[in-house]
């Protein structure tokens, strides 16, 4: 919808009917696809967005990939940073991950987010996996749920640990959709996301303003 010095600055995209069938995949996949329960999966595909060389804020209001009886995955970015410069500059650095990792310390994360919603997949996993187990979809879960505390606690953040699980367990015993959400107060840097996560992981969720909820609309 709008193009500007011969680069798109912001628009829309929409495919549908995009299948995938048992023929077109190897062994292995066709069996993942038939152990779920399908024949073939049809999927769309639907993104709105806009950017601002000038000031180098990109929004990505909408990208979402469906799945007939299957699920919607929706996601959502907001960043800053991402000038018509340092566009060029890391398309001239495709080749070297370390300038380009240098380059994209500068981006300034505002928002994320990520919903799912499901349409049987989370069903059909959950069933799969049980039978695998040999156990009972609700033996299954209860299991699963109960690891929980112990797999999240290498996170070392107590309340962030608690919302997870409590969000997960939600959502595992009833699967209609689970969203995760980064909020920061004010735009955080990449560089200081990529510092936290190794110095002190425990905060990013703190830094990031992380949300988590199951079955909310």
Known sequence: TDVRDGLPTSGSISVEGIEITADSLDDEEQKALSDLGYESLTLSIQMEADWKPDTGALAIDRLTLSGE???????????????????????AAQDNPEQAMGLMQGLLVESVSLRIENDSIVDRVLENQAKEAGATREVFVEQLTGALPFMLSMLNNAEFQAKIAGAATAFLKDPKSLSASAMPAAPVPFAQILGTAMM??????????????????
């Open 200 to 217: 002190a992981p425990q905060s990013l969720p703190d830094i990031l303003g992380v949300t988590i909820t199951a079955n909310q609309d």
């Open 69 to 91: 009886n299957a699920g919607t995955l929706n996601a959502a970015l907001r960043i800053n940073g991402l000038t018509r410069e340092v566009l060029e500059q890391l398309d």
